[in-house]
């Protein structure tokens, strides 16, 4: 898959490191799936459209997202931690 993405940090309302919930009821639009290989592509879920790029890591990042096309984005990667802690620390209002 080649392409990227822009996400304004005040589109991102949650973030986090768990282990996505995944439901049977995906329709896939376009994208590939070989449980417990590898997950890519967009997805229509009863959440609303969702993109994943997972692979075998279990490092998982979940963007929750409001405002976009996309409700959320899970990514499996090493640095999920922390990016996560680094996304978090710019979304927090400050008081």
């Not at 075998?56 to 996309?70: D, H, M, Q, T, V």
């Not at 409700?71 to 640095?79: C, H, M, Q, T, V």
Request: aromatic share 16%; charged share 20%; glycine share 6%.
């Amino acid at each position: 898959m080649h392409g990227s993405f822009v996400i304004p940090l005040n589109n991102i309302y949650f973030i986090h490191t768990d282990v996505p919930k995944q439901s049977f009821k995906e329709l896939r639009i376009p994208g590939t799936c070989f449980p417990g290989l590898i997950k890519a592509g967009t997805y229509f879920t009863n959440r609303g459209w969702e993109f994943w790029y997972t692979t075998r890591n279990n490092s998982f990042l979940n963007i929750e997202l409001k405002n976009g096309f996309y409700k959320r984005i899970i990514l499996s990667f090493n640095e999920n931690e922390s990016i996560k802690n680094k996304v978090r620390d710019k979304i927090r209002p400050s008081n």
